[in-house]
């Protein structure tokens, strides 16, 4: 008997057939979920077996997928499979039963970039708990049954494949037999074969992996013509603040009931309450703002490919500072001065916390900019309101809202504690902002300062079941996609572009997007480019005739 197994043990097969179950049970709980809840389901021994059609679907796509693996893993090696698929399984199973979270390419770029940070804040004892019940046990009982060898390759190979063949001929006869309801069911509620486990884990491996193996090391250049269109008394100082997970529906400039928003209110700038955005995942949605393609255009490949609009506004000759409070740029600032404060000691914004409050980014801004003559433009990308430990990202004295949830454990908060944690982070991040214009207002006798205020996604507070962010763009709602967009422009700028608030305030009645970004900071700017797309720019129509040009090289096309 080969690896010294006893006779009363399981074969590969049986192996994987098991593991294939558990796998349809209790991972995939979700995906059963959107089935049971479907109304194609019906009522009685009808939802019984539609139901029951929905679990052979996923038990299928895991024992193929298994089976796919399988092909790397003999011997005791497939044992070692079944057991990592059993633990991998148990992390996914926790944040899809409790979140609501679904596991596709966007959600594993996520984990990849995330910062140890974010991960602590994630563990907590529910989830270490589930894990050991739900994965570590299984694993346990997996491991010690005896695997038995199988006679012959041919024997350890068709037997499955039958079984396989056996499976998809059930599965089909049964979701053929209601193939309408299956068919709505699928579309309404987007079940696709990258929505079950691990075939969601292996194909967002697989993407991502193309996608790294296909990017060029050196990116298309963009904008080889951009150069500054015409001159003003004073250069342009432009903050770009990029900020995180802020969802629309919680700014009191937005309609909130609570005023979330004081300091932009009192700034009279200019709100744009129906905002989308690229993405729901900062790894996604960042790259997409600086691309210059629009989110029906963009792909991470294609985003990775080309240089971004750091790359066209320090070819227009202007300075770029990046200062970073939260993940890093996401590839997208190669040529700008970048500043990481994640990894503080200042004992005013980062005392007695693993991270460090926005306000860091301001601490030292106004002599970083103070002696500079160029333009310049500014990126401070914040913490935000990233959770889900959003009790962390803002000081004492902005607890306004109370009482708060001060653990990481979301679905185990009080609903209103949960609301009233989540409305301080934006009232903190709106203190940043009304920060970041005093210090716009102290430069202004050496500067035209502007102000420019985004968030890269929102985020899910429990409606309807889910939590955090990061869902497929198809099937994410609108507390993931709906997101703030605030202006600022000082007299002084007001004054020398020979703008109309009026004007400006009437292009806020539009919907606008991520899309329009990249094109408004080449407006504020003042960048002339094959790049800059007028249509795009918030602020294009409220532009009048410029002054005569600066004089410049007749503009060459920049490849994409």
Request: contains cysteine; proline residues 6%.
């Amino acid at each position: 008997m080969r690896f010294g197994q006893r006779p009363g043990g399981l074969t590969r097969t049986q192996f994987f057939l098991v593991t294939a179950a558990w796998i349809a049970t209790v991972p995939n709980a979700h995906v059963a979920k959107l089935f049971f809840d479907s109304p194609s389901a019906g009522e009685g021994l009808g939802a019984l077996a539609f139901t029951l059609g929905g679990w052979m679907f996923v038990f299928t796509t895991a024992f193929f997928m298994l089976l796919a693996l399988g092909l790397l893993f003999w011997g005791r090696s497939a044992k070692a499979l079944c057991v990592g698929v059993v633990l991998a399984g148990a992390i996914l199973s926790y944040f899809s039963v409790f979140l609501g979270t679904r596991f596709d390419k966007t959600m594993l770029l996520n984990i990849l970039q995330t910062d140890l940070a974010e991960t602590i804040d994630l563990l907590h004892w529910r989830m270490l708990a589930w894990f050991l019940v739900i994965g570590v046990l299984p694993a346990v009982v997996l491991a010690r049954i005896p695997l038995r060898a199988t006679a012959g390759w041919f024997r350890a190979t068709a037997r499955p494949v039958l079984l396989l063949s056996l499976f998809i001929v059930s599965t089909s006869l049964l979701v053929y037999a209601q193939y309408s309801r299956y068919a709505a069911a699928t579309r309404n509620r987007h079940v696709t074969f990258d929505s079950v486990a691990p075939a969601n884990v292996v194909a967002a491996a697989i993407t991502l992996g193309v996608s790294e193996l296909a990017t060029n090391t050196t990116r298309a250049p963009r904008g080889t013509d951009a150069h500054q269109a015409y001159a003003i008394q004073k250069p342009r100082l432009l903050v770009l603040v990029l900020g995180e997970t802020a969802r629309a529906q919680n700014h009191g400039l937005n309609g909130y009931l609570r005023e979330t928003t004081p300091r932009m209110r009192a700034a009279k700038g200019f709100y744009f309450p129906d905002t989308e955005s690229c993405g729901t995942a900062t790894a996604i949605s960042v790259p997409c703002i600086f691309s210059g393609f629009t989110r029906h255009e963009f792909s991470l490949l294609r985003g990775r490919q080309n240089e971004t609009l750091i790359d066209v506004v320090v070819r227009a000759k202007a300075r770029v500072l990046w200062l970073d409070n939260d993940s890093g740029c996401k590839g997208v600032c190669d040529k700008a001065d970048f500043q990481d404060f994640t990894g503080s000691n200042n004992p005013r914004w980062c005392e007695e916390r693993a991270e460090c409050l926005d306000e860091i980014l301001l601490d030292g801004l106004e002599s970083k900019i103070r002696h500079e003559t160029r333009d310049t433009l500014v990126v401070l990308h914040l913490k935000g309101s990233h959770g889900p430990a959003y009790y962390k990202r803002y000081p004492p004295a902005f607890e306004k809202f109370t009482p708060v949830c001060k653990t990481s454990d979301l679905s185990s908060c009080d609903v209103a504690a949960l609301r009233n944690t989540y409305d301080n982070t934006i009232l903190y991040t709106d203190h940043v902002i009304g920060e970041t214009i005093k210090v716009l207002q102290k430069v202004a006798n050496q500067y035209a300062t502007s102000l420019l205020y985004v968030s890269d996604h929102g985020e899910s507070l429990g409606e309807s079941g889910l939590f955090l962010h990061g869902m497929p763009y198809a099937v994410a709602p609108k507390e993931q996609t709906h997101v703030p967009m605030f202006a600022w422009v000082s007299p002084e700028f007001l004054k020398l572009e020979r703008w109309d608030r009026g004007c400006m305030e009437k292009q806020t009645k539009v919907p606008r997007s991520h899309d329009n970004v990249y094109a408004t900071v080449l407006g504020f700017m003042e960048i002339e480019s094959v790049e800059y797309k007028p249509a795009l720019d918030l602020f294009d129509p409220c532009d009048p005739a410029p002054p005569t040009p600066m004089p410049s090289a007749p503009p060459k096309a920049s490849p994409n």
